[in-house]
């Protein structure tokens, strides 16, 4: 596609359960990130992929947080035992990988409602 | 960890005026840039700066990287309606780490 694509939109979701979180980056970006963004705040750093690596992890708040990459290119954010405080959109970004790395290219998130 | 300190937190202009952001940090970056996210949206990218003292415009923005790598400012001139969102630094330490720290964010409204 054009653009990092993310799914789904919206999901709500029962405190408990888990989700899933796919983004699809731009062909050819190798580095993909995600990052959290609660109501009004800033861009959480959670996790970095470069080709299907993730060489910092650092940001992912709990065991609960775990994401992969497959095929240098789709990775699914899973969020087990879901809380009402990982109520958040969770962005996707990708970039070329090499060079000006900083240069993301976000998705439109997915806003994750935890009942 | 990093952190990035922005102000303002937000601001509220009259279409045509000039406008200033600035972000400042403890530790160094070997690259700042500036985001733009309207709602519903994800941020996207206005100004990138690689090089202390590097002035970088883009169209009515300007963006300037400190010269002591911890701080940057951006400037819209002449305020138009669609200037309005959440501008957001962001600085990136490099040396083989990737992570982009992000500001919490300066919001914008613009009265026409």
């Known amino acids: 596609g054009a653009g990092v694509s993310q799914s789904p939109s919206n999901k709500v979701t029962e405190k408990g359960k888990d989700v899933e979180l796919r983004c699809d980056p731009i062909?050819?970006?190798?580095?993909l990130y995600w990052y959290r963004q609660s109501l009004g705040q800033g861009l959480e750093f959670l996790i970095y992929?470069?080709?299907?690596?993730?060489?910092?992890k650092s940001g992912l708040p709990s065991d609960r947080f775990s994401a992969e990459r497959t095929g240098g290119s789709v990775s699914t954010l899973t969020i087990q035992r879901t809380q009402q405080e990982d109520s958040a959109v969770y962005l996707c970004?990708?970039?070329?990988?090499?060079?000006?790395?900083?240069?993301?290219?976000f998705g439109e998130g997915s806003r994750l409602t935890v009942l | 960890g990093q952190q990035l300190n922005q102000s303002p937190q937000s601001m509220f202009i009259q279409e045509g005026e000039d406008v200033s952001m600035n972000c400042t940090s403890s530790?160094?970056?070997?690259?700042w840039l500036w985001y733009k996210q309207d709602p519903g949206e994800g941020p996207v990218l206005l100004i990138a700066?690689?090089?202390?003292?590097e002035l970088t415009s883009n169209g009515r923005l300007t963006a300037q990287f400190g010269i002591t790598r911890k701080d940057s400012f951006l400037n819209i001139s002449a305020s138009i309606p669609s200037d309005v969102g959440i501008y957001f630094c962001?600085?990136?330490?490099?040396?083989?780490?990737?992570?982009?720290?992000f500001g919490k964010g300066t919001k914008l409204t613009v009265n026409p």
């Open positions: 970004a990708s970039s070329l990988g090499t060079g000006h790395t900083g240069e993301l290219f």
């Open positions: 062909s050819g970006h190798t580095a």
């Open positions: 992929f470069q080709g299907n690596s993730a060489p910092d």
């Open positions: 530790s160094i970056f070997n690259t």
């Open positions: 700066l690689y090089k202390a003292g």
């Open positions: 962001a600085g990136q330490l490099g040396g083989g780490s990737e992570k982009l720290v």
